[in-house]
């Protein structure tokens, strides 16, 4: 898959929904009542490259500050969302040791996976950062992890909403209308082909989770190495 125009597309249409008043506004982000949890494999970028990315949050909070922008602490990719989050989900549920054994099988070794943050992307929900990937690793990877998981007993709902392909990073999250779109559009478009820098992954995290990455409610369940 060619990431660039898939990442121009989407920014495309989801910055004409912003335009005509078409986006979605997220009403649970600030709610206690928000009982969703699963079980996410994730990439975390480090800390120069989550510093780049506050700067340019920076800009966007100058124009609209109500907005939910992601913390360095939560800023994250999603290799594979195993359990989507559902309201009740448990890990007393689950038997842990399995999940983990089935990811160590997945893993490809040997292979260096870096990541280049270039540009930024939308939905009609949220920002994004756009993920560049150096080689077909991480998605040889996702695919081995669809074939075991699918082959298994195990609870998962892995493909469930769709079937993830690229390496983007959310930032930022409606939770409100926007009150200056025009602003807040130009500002991304200065940001379109921004490079925010380049890493090499070295670890897969296992989480526990809700669905917007907190800190306060993630649980690392384990670490698996890339190399």
């Known amino acids: 898959m060619n990431l660039k125009p ?8 989801s910055k004409a929904k912003i335009a005509s008043e078409k ?20 990439i975390r970028p480090p ?22 922008y992601y913390p360095n602490s939560d800023i994250h990719i999603t290799v594979m969302s195993i359990i989507s989050c559902y309201n009740g989900f448990k ?8 999940y983990i054994e089935i990811v160590e ?4 070794k040997n292979q260096k996976i870096e990541i280049n943050f270039k540009g930024v992307t939308a939905s009609s929900s949220c920002v994004m950062l756009q993920g560049h990937m150096n080689n077909s690793v991480l ?8 074939t075991a998981f699918k082959n298994s007993n195990l609870e998962q709902s892995i493909d469930a909403r ?3 392909q690229t390496a983007h990073s959310t930032v930022v999250r409606f939770k409100e209308k926007l009150k200056q ?45 890339c190399i």
């Open 6 to 13: 898939h990442y121009l597309d989407l920014y495309k249409n």
């Open 23 to 42: 986006y979605d506004v997220d009403t649970l982000i600030d709610s206690d009542l928000d009982q969703r949890f699963g079980i996410t494999l994730l």
């Open 47 to 68: 800390e120069e490259i989550k510093n780049a990315i506050q700067f340019f949050l920076s800009k966007l909070k100058l124009v609209e500050p109500q907005q939910y």
């Open 91 to 98: 890990l007393s549920s689950i038997n842990l040791e399995d």
């Open 105 to 108: 099988k997945c893993m490809i």
């Open 139 to 146: 998605n040889d990877t996702r695919n081995n992890l669809r």
């Open 162 to 164: 769709y079937a993830i």
């Open 181 to 225: 779109k025009e602003l807040f559009i130009q500002t991304l478009d200065e940001y379109l082909h921004y490079d925010f820098g380049t890493f090499e992954v070295n670890n897969f995290e296992l989480v526990f989770n809700d669905w917007y990455q907190r800190a306060k409610y993630v649980k690392t369940l384990h670490q698996f190495k």
